[in-house]
């Protein structure tokens, strides 16, 4: 009730907030009375509706208006008397919002449960259903008389997995960042999909040394296939491929039974794509069963554990002052992304963690090691970042070992050698763990493609496919080989040549005698651009590409310079990072490839067009775009962007945290991220092992 | 700008709303302007304060108001020409709302993220600290020469542990309920606390089912133990008590070290809380390695591990169609809430999540089977509530087989005798996992334990205590023992004499031949109430008991049959459940001793009190009060709240979490029991295992 009488005097107050009004009051109420309201009021300055409605509300045809003192009074900012004063009426507004918001949480908490509810399905009623005879106990054939699935137990499970029975049957190997890109991107319906893998989930790689020190969740890093593959209504084989029959086209798959036996049997394909991966690069050093390495939530278990287990060890009192200095003296044999983020997570969870709730002497005596081969630790980053990077862990007390490689690694102690003025010295520190995070090496299933290609695959790393990234040696449009498992063959140097004598036609000149002038080089930088989508970034600038190879200073290249040339960015060319970022590119690619392909094969085949040509004819080759290389090194992260670097502190930890947030593979995964992390800013890591 | 004319006429609207206010009009305006506003408005009743606003707005000593036709059409209700409609004013709200959240949401997103940023801590200075030279090689002593840690390596690390040093040295073995509790209640400062254990986690058992299946998480069910025992400054050792010398007063503990070999040590105290829990019951039955438990988060991990695997063995071409359903066949052996609520997450799993990305077949071939040695599952419950959650199975198709016993665990069957119109007939049921989750048994340093203090120790399956749960045989006040390891000692019947021979020397009569009436009856009970305060639950309704054993209704009871009451009474107490609720009690009732002691101390010491009689002197006995029981039986639960039991579908669910939500250990825990609801709610399981 008490309102009333003040929305009254606010009403009338506005009223007179108009000049053209205040004008009127002047009439009639005197010009002193108008200079005080217009002293109460700071003047408004649009007035244009509110003046048709104040003169209408005014009706100047009755000025018989006077305004008395008291009158006045009330159209001052002050309270009237008996009135709510500011702090109560802010407390009494405050009131009022609290009130608001818990009734909508509350409101939202029941609508939570009622959705909730709904989830508990109490449908346990079996239904017959059909599977087919050939599914349950599959036919044998092959060169090694296997069972050969063609048919699957889930193929009649629903009308859409029934109507894709006679599609082409599209096999992929491997859940990694490659095949899941696929998966996102194939469209249902067009290919009888399935995957095999000897894991049932998807890994998200980047953020796995988070994971190590319990800063995130194993559970957040981790997507179900079954769950991703359920778009496409593809199947699921927890199995490992053992190897390939590429004219019967039979992939041979294999699985131990629960007796520990291993069961092969044959998976027929029309596409296989290969993305298994790599294993670690032992380099040839001896004792790396006593390293942990960091690729599988189970490593990250382990490592976790394993910290954990030396920190209580080291709390015990029989253990001795140098045993308990052993146990805390952590090494990363490594100075790549990986190895970088572990130390800077677990120095992270040492320093922001361990002091909670473990003796101070072990805070004391811990210390953490990274050995690098190479000169910088990140050496694949901008320089600057190395350096940024090798800052903050100077200033962190993270020892840096460059230039150094290891020798051996003994269950106590790592012998390393390390260039002191140009010579090798060796040394050894002890150490109580040790994360071996030092590049990639084939798979055994990718050595025995290589074998079986024979002549086609040259590389020892991984497996070589063209452009289109078919396989080499493998029949043309049948298998793909995508991720880290794969390098991209370019050979332009091989393909001079054919440039030069292309060139040389048009012409009517000798290639091996041509001089070449910049506006024929930049026509030659065009078709290898053309041929070589990934050579793109490379030929950029090619003025100065021009300048510095033309060493003889002639304003032309002759054959050898422009070999020179060419030669080099073919180098830079076949090294094609091992990232997540170019197995999701070529996953990305070879979904929309395939979806090109199931739409134009009907077409297709009614023109009989050559199926080897099938995929230049309907898609262009493959393009990797670097979009940059970002790492996180301790309260801090760095980021790449193609030439432009920036590092800094939190501020860029968060821009690391959003990209990771941004690019991570479901809904869930990302509701999960955002969870772990708000577990850790309120509880702080979980120093619990099992 | 439009809302000024709008407020100005809803002030003036309202003024003209008082009764005395009309009257005013009336006479400026002439009556029938007056009618007119009191036709528009509703009157309002309660003007006291409002009338003298009015007055003092509408000065009556200038009444040359008049109101003009066009004036008072701004007084009706209706909207003003060129203002909004009722609908454009929702939106209006609704859009002002919307943004009043969306800001206050970024407002609390950003405070978090300031938050989160001051706890990233950038502080790597270390400084010297005081490690005493006893702590880093402490002294050799006591019968086995062993290394005695009297002096901790943390003891200096804050002044509230230096202060601590002198005090009674507290050790506590185990980080169960009963430990978790004790620690919980003790006063911060009265003992030097050293806990010893295997795990450094507190797990919150009552749940663990939960976990096996991914409906909640292993990290949501387990708290750092340092965590808890920061609260009173106290310390912890992962490892494992082996033996301990009460005249030494010495507990003796081993640990493996880095290299595997064991290394002992002693661990001095002044009082001793033995908290182990129990082992696994193998009931004698061969082929128990075949077998999953369910006491760890390992274990719980392991489980997962398996379900899954087998579901993944079951998709493949290669399983034939009888093993598949061997694979599928999930059997518990054991009635208990531990079997029961695992096979209810089992099932819900199965029927919530599993046709969601596994293919039908395997739903149809799943089976789940309870072997239960009762006639009942759940027989420590109403027997209301075990026909509820069997029926409850029956419905989901779970099969609980009752009277029956398991014979033998073999890797893909188990073999058991059920009962058959009395006799015993053998059978056998493929099965592809299996639970064992019958009962407790002693770990093996409690039969140590119990085999060193000999006569003292007569139970097979636990450690007796006293009343005031000191070890039996063990220096009185010394050693301790609580939870599932122990047993409270009652001995009612033997101390029947002393018991009788009191009343008969009061009596003056001799007890062999006294018959006792009602009334001396309720003095006898009242003693052996005041004796053993956990009988008081059974001896409640003493009218009924002294008609139940008045065999030849007498009306009085002889020797006989007192003594045949006693004992009935006395063989319910011995069994006090193994459970967290009869831990959680004991160790707070120990927690309050400890503190009563350590107040009342310094006072004993100067009086000269008696040592071994200080529990007595401070505390009251221990008495056992049963909260009542819960299960979660497949979306439904049951509860036995003493007497009372109920027993319903999603509403008891919610009531069973809410209850254990708030039993949990910490603010942490709940908040991620929450969330894993939640995430449980909005995707569902996860089924991966790792």
Known sequence: MESVARLASFGVKRLYQSPRACAQISRWAGPKTATSIRRIHTPITNFASLESNVLRCLNPRSPSLRLSPSQLRLLSTKPLPGHRRPIVRF??????????????????????????????????????????????????????????????????DSPDMAAQRDKPKMVILGTGWGSVALLKTLHAGDYHVTVVSPVNHFLFTPMLPSATVGTLEFRSLVEPIRRIIHRVKGHFLQAEAESVDFSEKLVEVSQLDSSGNKVHFYLPYDKLVIGVGSSTNPHGVKGLEHCHFLKSINDAQQIKNTVLHNLELACLPTTPDEERKRLLSFVVSGGGPTGVEFAAELYDMLNEDLLRSFPRILRNEISVHIIQSRGHILNTYDEALSKFAEERFAHDQVEVLTNSRVKEVRPDKILFTQMEDGKPVTKELPMGFCLWSTGVAQTEFCKTLAKQLGDSQNNRHALETDTHLRLIGAPLGDVYAIGDCSTVQNNIADHLTT????????????????????????????????RFPQATDHLRRLDRLFEAYDKDKSGTLDFGELHELLVQIDNKLTSLPATAQRANQQGQYLGRKFNKIASALPGLRANEVDYDGLDEAVYKAFEYHHMGSLAYIGNAAVFDFGGMSFSGGLLAVYLWRSIYFAQSVSFRTRILLAMDWTKRALFGRDLVSY
């Open 499 to 530: 440039f030069l004598r292309t060139m040389a036609w048009e012409k009517g000149k000798d290639p091996e005698k041509m001089h070449i002038t910049f506006k024929e080089w930049r026509e030659v930088a065009q078709r290898v651009k053309k």
């Open 91 to 156: 407390f009494y507004r405050l009131f009022a919002y609290t009130g608001l918001f818990i009734l909508t949480s509350t409101g939202l908490v029941f609508a939570f449960f009622v959705y909730d509810a709904t989830t508990y399905k109490d449908n346990s009623t079996i239904s017959d259903i059909p599977v087919s005879e050939h599914a349950l106990s599959p036919k044998r054939g092959g060169p090694k008389n296997l069972p050969i699935a063609s048919v699957l137990v889930d193929d009649e």
